[in-house]
């Protein structure tokens, strides 16, 4: 069975769910739990649901710890920047102790982060930091796009027994979509091809997802077939179902939020250059903020980012583009 | 129970794990002299605070956990790691407790309370207080004992964790060890409560939690006071900071050098840099084994030969777990792709 519900309750929904069935699950963040009347304090109780100060490295060295010697604590950041806080614990603590220590504790944390805020959030609150997390051993990066994803890949980063960064677009908080009801699991590291095209392949994550199908639909009324990839997952990374696409359709648009050299789409079309080189007709063309930060008034914010329209232009240059004869 | 009512058999455990200590970490100390290139990288040492590591874990309970910082050799070899295992992890071999993937700096064996150790100064400070999160949660009963030194006290971490500790009552006692020195920098060019004529014991203040200096050379003193800390951790009542005093006896660490160049143990900063002998020759007299030896056989609890019994057998011990290191072979290399995912 499956309902209609918001990305943010699908969110909240897999939380309550794996707190439910597991009482190692915990769940913690400022600004949060405040009082008995909190949804989560009611039905978990003071210990399992508990309010931070605005204590970054603390709050995520505490899950390190708690992790280690046997609960799974899913700790709310809000921001995926207040992570910069306490890098320390996301890069050189959670994944490294199991490895450090020859395979002998294991650091099953969550770090629940927004992301991509751009509705006036400005520089240091809008951005998409992904990248700097991305290919650290031991790390792994969920990023949903549709409130099923949310709901799936929130289950399962908690049941992971690595260490997990769910970053959740907040552009897509409100949006709708069929989530499935009870347990609802989706494995890391296993893309969703979330509209099937023979042109072009487009891969996006987050908010660009939702861009990248609206581009299709326009793409779709010039007789374009753009078939979109959403990754879900950034680590693992699921090169095998990108490269798949991209020998069907021989092009690739990469649709990031980041600036360029901050972007997963740089990541990617790196592995697609060594595993698909051979499917390309075209040269890969990535699609991403421009290099500055998010400015805070509208017309420079929408200037900055990617767009339907930056997004149809691309795809139209990669068509538009002769292959290089290669024999 | 208070120290002065330790029966025998306690205070010969206590001397015991003090020599025993010394011993090891003399050895890895000489290692770098007799074998060079057996130990790689960073490796830090604990002779000097014998004394306080042994009066403060004489307070545990079985269960209760311990998490140090990166100079953690000695906690383990109370708990009752195997002393070979912790050399040969040192000697970067397979049978080394992290089968070679961590190294001195990041021993664990969570099997025998010691859950890990990180090379981040102060990083481990809010492990230590996840863990308490995780027996207050689970209702466990268990302790945790926090250990770092005076260098970690002005990061962050220390703060954050204390002051958050402190509001949810978590069962961990936080054990400053003040050597007086952090790295090459001495404490009184970086800590404002040393500067002002404080102890830094002080800074529990911050956080309205109790804070109490003990001699750190002392491992009667040090059993009292962490004893009554874990009691109260243990009875709800939260966190409490310890400062613990005594002298390292052996410089940071290891000289950092870059191969080719080989290393080894130079002079304490206090010579080295400082260039104050003085200091270090009296640390040297205080040398809290002897001291707390001579303790031993004034007041009966043994003689001389019983002492001298438990020196030799600490001394065969280490002489064996060096030759065991030796031996032990090196990891495969393909191995390094293990353990990067639980």
Redesign the interface.
Known sequence: MAREMMFAEAIAAAIGEEMQRDSNVIFYGQNMAMTERDPFVKKFGKSRVRITPISETAELGIAVGAAMTGLRPIVELYMSEFMLVAFDQVINEAPRLRYMSGGQVKVPVVFKAGFGFAAGWAGQHSNCIYHTMMGIPGLKIAVPSTAADAKGLMASAIRDDNPVVYLHHYMLTLDKGEVPDGEYLIPFGVADVKRAGTDVTIVATGWMVKKSLAAAELLAKEGISAEVVDPRTLAPLDVKTIVESVKKTGRLVLVDQAPRHASAAVVIAGEVAEHGFQYLKAAVKMVTAMDTSVPYSEPMESYVLPSEEKIVQGVKSVLAMQAAAVQ | MLAKELGKDRLVWMYTHMARIREFEERVKGTFAAHPGVIRGHAHLADGAEASIVGALATRQEND?V?PSYRCHGYPLVLGTSPRGLMAEIYTRKD???????GSM?L???EHHF??T?G?VA?G??????????????KTGQVVYSFFGDGSSKQ??FY??L??AA??KLPVVFILENNEYQAYTHIGLEDANYIAGDPLSQKAKAFSIPGVTVDGTDPLQVYDEVGKAVDRARAGQGPSLIESKFYRLSPHGNAITVPPVPTQFQEHEAVEVYGNKKEYEAARANDPIPKFRAKLTGNGTFSDADAKCIEEAARAEMDDVVKFALASPFPAPEDAV?????
């Open positions: 956990l998490m080394g407790i992290c089968k070679g993937f961590g990041h664990a064996d969570p859950p890990g990180t981040i990083a400070i809010a492990h230590a207080a996840g863990a308490a999160l995780t027996a207050q949660v689970k962050g971490a954050e964790t002051n958050l509001v949810w293990k353990y990067v995912y639980a």
